[in-house]
């Protein structure tokens, strides 16, 4: 599958092609996107020393089947499908250890996403009602449809999409009708909510704010035929009776029609907008961007492999794994990301040459933290006595630095993530964000020699060659050049006066550097 990739990508360049990434360059890659890290300078020295055939593909395996994959693409989804939103009481805990649970072994994404639309809050998928949030109707179609079929379709709720001509009021109001009858319910013994279905009776109507004809439908997916409302006897809609302050169970339950015709190999629209958004994770960009305008006017930029990649990942049963393999074996994602000889710019749809990714606030983190040798703050935990002033922190009226990784984590995302609700489709760059690396008070903390960090490990060395060496491989994942290594030198000859103090410095600079902040 990885040879037909490149051969669709190379029968389209339009011109000639980086050559392949260097070892380094690779492995630092292929760290950050499969599990969120950079390796660590012994991962990078033994890298960069094997000499043997098919290394890259074997670190590519162990890297998707370690437990950091999971822990990884669980931050990646839930961004994906929350965008950082507190959408309903599900705790953070549960729903993180459901997706981790998800991507486990062999994870289906079509299983994933149908469990969420179709979610009760019953059994062991309960954390799954989670995107669901509070049941808003009208959030829910336009998510749905948005995330899950490439179409932004908020303008449709009114009339029909002024600028898309694929895009109908009919298809807004035709995925309403799914969703319409979903609402919470508190188990009265319980005193926990579910998610219920009233008995759906009638069609949805709805009318353009430009004419006065009404219109009906009822549920129905773009593409798609309607599925008609069954009628029922007085008393006989229904599955099970009310119980424990939950209405009835009606036979007809249109979201859970939902979860199964939409996340299905049958419809198209789903498994190519998939495929397009893990594409784009991986490669950089989507076939088509922005990622929810699929539409006719914005066609994707290699249809064949997009219709290749459909038939298979279907017929590997959405096995998320499986594609993120097949993307990360080819040339096409193994490429450089510097420009091919003679070339000064390239088009960004021919993936000629890698496509530079900023760092998620996740990736940054734990990045920083492997960097400088203080991983061990990962797993500390609240004590719970007094809850961190977050906002303090940033204006200066709280001087303390936080010690529980859950604060730390805040922190970064607040500071380089989007705000809630907006997608973190591609790298948004600002002042704030380089001032923070520059002079934030925590990371300054990681800097200062401790026991076994990397700062530490650097003043036990003599030899500034040895210095060089493992600044070079623990922060930017590959070795020096020969003027960087001279430029060290120099620099700690320059100033054997505060020679700790200038090795804080040195890992600083690399840390505050264009290379460290993005993924290339």
């Not at 994404?109 to 954390?127: D, F, H, P, Q």
């Not at 709280?398 to 984590?409: E, K």
Request: net charge neutral; charged share 25%; glycine share 6%.
């Amino acid at each position: 599958m990885s040879a037909a990739i490149d051969r669709l990508i190379t029968a389209k360049a339009g011109g000639p092609l980086a050559p392949v990434a260097d070892d380094a360059a690779f492995l630092r890659r292929i760290h950050l996107d499969l599990v969120g890290n950079i390796p660590t300078s012994v991962q990078t020295r033994t890298f960069l020393r094997d000499k043997s055939a098919g290394k890259r593909s074997r670190v590519i395996d162990q890297l998707l089947a370690s437990k950091n994959f999971a822990e990884h693409w669980t931050d990646r989804l839930s961004v994906m499908l929350l965008e950082r939103q507190q959408l309903s009481q599900v705790p953070d805990d549960e729903w993180r250890a459901y997706l981790k649970k998800s991507l486990q072994d062999q994870p289906r994404w079509n299983v994933l996403i149908g469990e969420m639309i179709a979610a009760t809050g019953k059994g062991e998928s309960r954390a799954a009602m989670r995107f669901l949030g509070k049941g808003n109707h009208h959030r829910l179609t336009e998510d749905i449809s948005r995330l899950f079929l490439g179409r932004d379709l908020e303008c449709a709720r009114c009339h029909d999409h002024p600028s898309v001509d694929d895009w109908t009021q009919a298809h807004y109001w035709g995925l309403y009708a799914y969703l319409n009858q979903t609402r919470l319910a508190t188990h009265s013994g319980e005193k926990r909510s579910y998610f219920v279905e009233n008995l759906a009776t009638k069609k949805v109507e709805f009318q353009s704010v430009f004419f006065d004809d009404q219109e009906d439908t009822g549920p129905r997916l773009p593409g798609g035929k309607e599925i008609p409302i069954p009628t029922f006897d007085e008393h006989q809609g229904f599955e099970k009776p009310a119980a424990d302050g939950l209405p009835a169970v009606p036979k007809f339950r249109p979201r859970e029609r939902l979860a199964r015709d939409l996340a299905s190999g049958r419809n198209n629209l789903f498994v190519r907008n998939s495929i397009n958004r893990f594409w784009k994770l991986m490669m950089g960009r989507g076939f088509w961007m922005p990622l929810d305008q699929a539409h006719s006017e914005n066609p994707p930029s290699h249809p064949e492999l997009l219709d290749l990649l459909e038939r298979q990942f279907v017929a590997h049963q959405f096995d998320i794994k499986w594609l993120l393999r097949q993307i990360a074996f080819s040339a096409s994602y193994q490429r450089s990301s510097r420009l091919p000889p003679g070339e000064t710019e390239v088009e960004p749809e021919s993936y000629r040459v890698a496509h530079l990714k900023g760092l998620t606030p996740e990736q940054l983190l734990h990045s920083i933290l492997r960097a400088t040798g203080n991983e061990e703050v990962r797993a500390q935990e609240s004590t719970g006595e007094e809850k961190f002033d977050h906002r303090g922190y940033f204006t200066g009226t709280n001087t303390g630095l936080p010690t529980a990784y859950a604060d730390i984590r805040t922190i970064f995302v607040e500071t380089f993530g989007q705000p809630s609700g907006v997608p973190e489709d591609d790298f948004a760059p600002g002042l704030n964000k380089a001032l923070f690396l520059m002079n934030d008070r925590l990371v300054l903390h990681w800097l200062q020699p401790r026991k076994h960090n990397l700062a530490s490990r650097l003043a036990q060395m003599k030899s500034p060659d040895a210095i060089a060496k493992e600044l070079y491989c623990a922060v930017l994942s590959r070795l020096p050049e020969e003027d960087e290594q001279q430029e060290l030198s120099t620099y700690l000859e320059a100033h054997p006066d505060r020679r700790r103090a200038g090795l804080s410095d040195l890992i600083w600079a690399l840390l505050t550097s264009t290379e460290f902040r993005l993924n290339h």
